[in-house]
């Protein structure tokens, strides 16, 4: 282990393309039906070794301890599984995926952390390894750690590759939040969606969520209804954000460029925020640790 080594990685969004609930487990937990895909787009992450073991972060998320924070949970994770001292470490993070926004940034987040300390750490572990303790941080950590577009059953922890479609997205933060625990709890959530099949899904689904959604927050509803006007716009996750699969890079960015004039002008409330990216099926951050290895395969840096 070289001391005071270095890495940077992306721990990119994630999109629920269709978002099925299929049933309900004695331990309160939903049976979901989901297609996971990636954008490149996302939060960045930068580890340095450190001479001793303390794990730091900076900055501070508002409203999230360090003790909480899903970055500090997967590396002292790791730290405690391995049973051999291993040097601490400081990341730093920037931010840009908006918190609770069904993106799945905070797991995403603990991915990027479990798979950046495997390898400063030297650890090798197996990716299976690595999947079943990001599931223990949250149900999305899985996909991440995997790292290709999937085909989602369980609670999002049974993942086959899926082919999906790898149109660009615009993504719209209605700046209002709504809670997973909530919309996991609320009375009116349809629960009880067929099985489908991956196949069937591919073609099409819609997400069981966005009828309780609407009623718990209006405004993720207006940015709904506004989306489907340029395509079929869903809600990812529980919300709160909204994405539009737009197939041409220049028709993306021009809605992108639409939305927020029409910010600007107040035509839409000041607290959307929203932004263009591609979804692909092989995640960024692995695509990132393939061209580490290759260098460090050929010696190219
Ligand atoms: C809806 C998805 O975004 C789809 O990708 C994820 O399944 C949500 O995953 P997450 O944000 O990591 O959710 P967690 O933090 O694990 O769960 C928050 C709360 O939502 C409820 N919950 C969550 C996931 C699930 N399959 N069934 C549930 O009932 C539980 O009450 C849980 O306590
Ligand atoms: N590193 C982190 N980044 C973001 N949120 C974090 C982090 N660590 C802990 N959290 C907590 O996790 C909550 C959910 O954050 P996240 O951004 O993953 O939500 P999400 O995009 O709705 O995820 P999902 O799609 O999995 O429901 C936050 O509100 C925050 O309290």
Redesign the pocket.
């Known amino acids: 282990m070289k001391g005071n080594a270095t890495l940077t990685l992306p721990a990119p969004a ?1 999109l ?1 393309r269709m978002l099925h609930i299929v049933g309900k487990r004695p331990d309160g937990y939903h049976e979901l039906q989901t297609l996971f895909q990636f954008l490149e787009h996302g ?1 960045t992450l930068h580890f340095r070794l450190r001479d001793d073991d303390a794990i730091t972060l900076s900055p501070q ?1 508002d ?2 301890s360090a003790e ?4 500090v ?1 997967a590396a002292r994770l790791l730290q405690g599984t391995v049973g051999q001292p291993l040097p601490g470490v400081d990341i730093a ?1 920037e ?1 840009r ?14 991915a990027t952390t479990l798979l950046a300390l495997d390898h400063l750490w030297q650890l090798n572990l197996d990716t299976d390894t690595l999947a079943t303790l990001g599931l223990t941080l ?3 950590v899985p996909v991440f750690v995997r790292g290709f577009a999937a085909w989602g059953e369980g609670v999002g922890e049974r993942l086959v590759p899926a082919p999906l479609d790898t149109p660009w997205f615009v993504v719209v933060h209605p700046g209002v939040s709504v809670s ?1 625990a909530g919309v996991f709890g609320h009375p009116q959530l349809t629960r009880d969606t067929p099985l489908i099949s991956m196949s069937r899904a591919l073609q099409g689904g819609h997400n069981d969520c966005e009828a309780v959604v609407r009623r718990l927050e209006p405004g993720i509803g207006e940015v709904i209804d506004l989306l489907r006007q340029h395509g079929p716009a869903m809600l ?3 919300g709160a ?1 909204v994405f539009c699969p737009i197939e041409e890079e220049a028709a993306a960015l021009e809605l992108e460029r639409e939305i927020l004039y029409g910010i600007a002008r107040h035509a839409y409330p000041d607290r959307w925020s929203v932004f263009g990216a591609r979804g692909c099926n092989i995640s960024p951050l692995h695509q990132a640790l393939n061209r580490l290895r290759v260098s460090s395969s050929t010696g190219v840096s």
Do not use: E, F, Q, W
């Open positions: 994630k629920n939060d998320l409203g999230v909480d924070n899903l970055i949970r993070l931010k995926l908006p918190m609770g926004g069904g993106l799945g940034g905070g797991s995403s987040n603990a949250g149900a999305d997973t990812t996750g529980t954000c």
